[in-house]
């Protein structure tokens, strides 16, 4: 018996409140899904970037329906709980992101982010007044559905890594009832150890797989991290696969390549079993 999207829901609440940190791979399709799930992982969430760069495109070049569509494959791939990426929210308003988080619960999600960046690259970051009614509108919907609102702080990712304000702005997330906190890109683990002795009571996730010192998860559940998301670091990890082996068949003329890669039944072992 498959479970319903309220019964992941309420995995997914406890996976957060279970001892350590909980670690939730990125896919970016079904296959990478049933993979990921294959391997013994509890939770899955999707990328922004690894969804636009399948597509062709720049991160954040994806629009709602798309994201929901590819959301949608990866929720059906297996019977885990999922998360999506939501970007800002996909408009600026308030009501945009009360109206995208009831189209994800739709699509069968148990859970999304929504962050503070504008995709403006004069005026990257909202206004804190204007970023905080953004996630109380997510959360108002979120507690009816039910659905696990994570609220992002972007500023670190946007040339403003202004700590003192990144934490001002969890803080009211959560307030206004985010249930998981988000600051991509602190580097340093005594960055993340401030945000999450200031966010105590309440999840926050750390993304790894970005520019910096690689934290173990060992190192960064003593930090206080309940949640650790991979972005699109194992999509690009896959493209640099697929770009390496590219350039030895291209400039040497060899496919060594494939002494590393997983065999046919290896990878059908983790897909959709055949019918009949």
């Known amino acids: 018996m498959h479970p319903t999207r309220e019964d992941k829901v309420a995995c997914f609440?406890?996976?957060?409140?279970q001892p350590g940190a909980l670690v939730m791979p990125n896919p970016w399709d079904a296959g990478s899904a049933r993979l990921l799930a294959g391997l013994g992982f509890p939770a899955l969430a999707t990328t922004s970037a690894g969804l636009a760069f399948s597509l062709g495109r720049r991160d954040g070049a994806a629009g709602l329906a798309e994201t929901l569509a590819n959301a949608r494959a990866i929720v059906a791939a297996t019977t885990l709980p999922v998360s999506a990426d939501l970007e800002n929210g996909f408009g600026h308003a308030p009501d945009d992101c009360a109206r995208t988080l009831r189209a994800a619960a739709e699509a069968g999600l148990a859970g999304g982010s929504i962050e503070d960046?504008?995709?403006d690259p004069a005026e990257p970051i909202y206004e804190f007044r204007?970023?905080?009614e953004r996630i109380?509108?997510?959360?108002e919907v979120?507690?009816?559905l039910p659905f696990v609102l994570t609220a992002r702080?972007?500023?670190?990712?946007?040339?403003?890594p202004d700590l003192d304000d990144t934490i001002a702005r969890l803080q009211a997330f959560a307030a206004a009832g985010a249930e998981v906190l988000y600051a991509p890109g602190l580097r340093e683990l005594a960055q993340i150890r401030a945000v999450c002795e200031a966010l105590e009571g309440f999840p926050v996730n750390v993304v790894m797989g970005l520019v910096g010192r690689p934290f173990t998860v060992a190192e960064l559940a003593a930090a206080g991290v309940r949640r650790i998301s991979l972005g699109g670091s194992l999509a690009r990890t896959a493209l640099g696969a697929l770009h390496r082996a590219a350039v030895e068949i291209r400039d040497?003329?060899?496919?060594?390549?494939?002494?590393?890669?997983?065999?046919?039944?290896?990878?059908?072992?983790?897909?959709?079993?055949?019918?009949?």
Do not use: I, K, W
């Open 13 to 17: 609440r406890a996976l957060h409140a």
């Open 117 to 119: 960046a504008t995709g």
């Open 130 to 132: 204007h970023a905080v």
């Open 136 to 139: 109380a509108a997510a959360a």
């Open 142 to 144: 979120a507690r009816a």
């Open 153 to 160: 702080a972007e500023n670190f990712l946007h040339g403003r």
């Open 252 to 276: 040497q003329g060899s496919f060594g390549f494939a002494a590393g890669a997983l065999t046919g039944a290896e990878v059908e072992a983790y897909m959709q079993p055949r019918e009949g």
